[in-house]
């Protein structure tokens, strides 16, 4: 597993996710990042198992990104209950069977997780697929509940600009939908999906 980032956080995790952002800070410096035109939201949604059995010591929550176009840069938050759930490690995503490289990522106060992805200058990846592969360990008891919660999302795409030869980052809508995992095997209500006698 890929050592990215650290178990818990302080001043020191803070400053690399600050000094990743510099990074990006830089790269739009040559491009300038426009606002998004008018075309329909990306979906961007959390996808993770609803029960993990209480046996089960870990899962991975991947997200999945539908159709998007000339993705190069990407940054969100992943916020999750500590008491339930502790992430483990973060790998890189991949759309239509290219890498989407995770750039860095870190924990915030041990229940949110920052990741931030990046592509070079002028390289794009389209297609469907996941940003990320979040790998977190059950820490919870039977019953318990943790929502999976996206916020501060950020897709950048690239774009040609008219009379440039250079291109543009412009900021690329997005729908981003979470997810709530329980622990334990689903228990069905007394007498639901039974047929009733003829």
């Known amino acids: 597993m890929k050592e990215k980032g650290k178990k818990g956080c302080s001043e020191g995790c803070r400053t690399s996710v600050l000094a990743a952002a510099g990074v990006l800070l830089l790269v739009f410096a040559f491009f300038a990042l426009v606002p998004a035109t008018a075309q329909a939201a990306v979906e961007v949604r959390v996808d993770a198992p609803e029960y993990v059995d209480v046996e089960e010591t870990s899962f991975v929550a991947t997200i999945v990104v539908d159709s998007v176009t000339d993705l190069n840069s990407a940054q969100f938050d992943l916020s999750f209950d500590k008491s339930v759930l502790e992430v483990t490690g973060v790998e890189d995503g991949e759309l239509d ?3 989407v490289p995770v750039l860095t990522w870190d924990l915030v106060d041990s229940e949110t997780v920052v990741v931030i992805i990046w592509l070079p200058p002028g390289v794009g990846r389209s297609g469907s697929g996941h940003l990320a592969e979040i790998e977190f ?8 509940k943790s929502e999976l919660s996206l916020s501060n999302g950020v897709l950048s795409g690239l774009r040609e600009r008219e009379g440039y030869e250079a291109l543009e980052l412009e900021e690329i809508p997005a729908e981003w939908k979470n997810a709530t995992i329980t622990i334990g095997q689903e228990v069905k209500e007394e007498g639901k999906d039974e047929e009733e006698p003829p």
């Open 97 to 99: 069977g290219e890498t």
């Open 137 to 144: 360990e059950v820490k919870g008891d039977e019953r318990e």
